[in-house]
């Protein structure tokens, strides 16, 4: 990404996640970009329709909104169709709900797929992916471990300042081993400004990555564990990875490595960052009663 200046001007970035069926927050607070990091529903056509012109009514409030899918968001991938069309016969209406995301006005949707901006007199590079790891590709926007999740990550420009996926990385406001290593690995690689993020409720918040030692050294101490886990499933499962919370055997589980104190995750209010650092957040709005957007400024 472009290393700004301490002189910069702050970009101010409005995050949320994670809505499925919930309304729109009914005040969300100010900002130059709107972000929303997939499960815009549960994924009909109509429902996807419905949400996107609530988000083209915000265009007053934000001069910039970027939208990507989630696994709930089953209309926008067309994989889903051989599956689902036949049960809701439906198949002009997801053509065209996929059709009115990839063409609308006043936001713009990203898979697997970026833009270049000028905000506040600043060029500002966006990519988005829709992606989450799965145990087959078979789900919504899903993709695996290994090869399939290193050819997808390696698409993100080396010069992306904000990065927006679904799911998120290991060790990472993931709730615990849910997110993917090689997203991951390419945080190493592109150090974006930001990387905003959903999928896993329970991670809600955000924290600052600084590529330093003790960071390495946490990743290290995740990977190890990951790697115990993965050993573990391959005696039961064939090799095949299992999500955490759906693999059997919890209670014998080593204990998952410690963030750093003093590095602490922020759960309200607004996150600042300095050049050739990352801003991770988890920006899930789905829980009783609904979680608070999260604001950051880049």
């Given at each position: 990404p472009t290393l700004m200046s301490k002189s910069r001007t702050q970009v101010r970035i409005v995050c949320i996640s994670d809505l499925h069926s919930l309304p729109l927050p009914s005040t969300l607070p100010p900002g130059d970009i709107l972000t929303v990091a997939g499960d815009l529903t549960e994924g009909r056509?109509?429902?996807?329709?419905s949400r996107?012109?609530?988000l083209q009514n915000l265009k007053s409030q934000f001069p910039f909104i970027f939208v990507i899918g989630g696994n709930h968001d089953r209309a926008l991938d067309d994989k889903c169709d051989s599956r689902d069309?036949?049960?809701?016969?439906?198949?002009?209406?997801?053509e065209e709900c996929r059709r009115a995301f990839r063409t609308a006005s006043d936001v713009v949707y990203l898979e697997n797929s970026g833009v270049e901006i000028c905000v506040n007199g600043r060029t500002i590079k966006v990519w988005g992916s829709p992606g989450s790891l799965a145990?087959?590709?078979q789900t919504c926007f899903g993709y695996t471990a290994g090869k399939d999740a290193q050819d997808l990550w390696a698409q993100i420009p080396a010069d992306t300042d904000i990065l927006i996926t679904h799911g998120p990385p290991l060790g990472y406001l993931d709730?615990?081993?849910?997110?993917?290593e090689e997203l991951r690995k390419a945080l190493w690689r592109v150090k974006p400004l930001a990387h905003i993020f959903g999928h896993v409720h329970e991670g809600h918040g955000s924290l600052v990555l600084q590529y330093d030692e003790v960071q390495k050294n946490y990743e290290a101490a995740v990977s190890d564990w990951k790697a115990a886990i993965m050993e573990d499933q391959a005696s039961k499962e064939a090799g095949k990875y299992i999500p955490r919370h759906l693999a059997p055997g919890l209670a014998n589980r080593p204990p998952f490595p410690r963030w750093p104190d003093g590095?602490?995750?922020?759960?309200?209010?607004?996150?600042?960052n300095k050049p050739e650092e990352t801003i991770l957040v988890n920006?899930?709005?789905?829980s009783i009663p609904p979680l608070d957007p999260i604001v950051i400024q880049i």
């Open positions: 056509p109509s429902q996807l329709l996107l012109k609530e069309a036949p049960i809701y016969d439906d198949q002009a209406e997801r145990t087959t590709r709730n615990d081993g849910l997110g993917c590095r602490d995750v922020t759960k309200h209010g607004s996150r600042q920006a899930s709005v789905k």
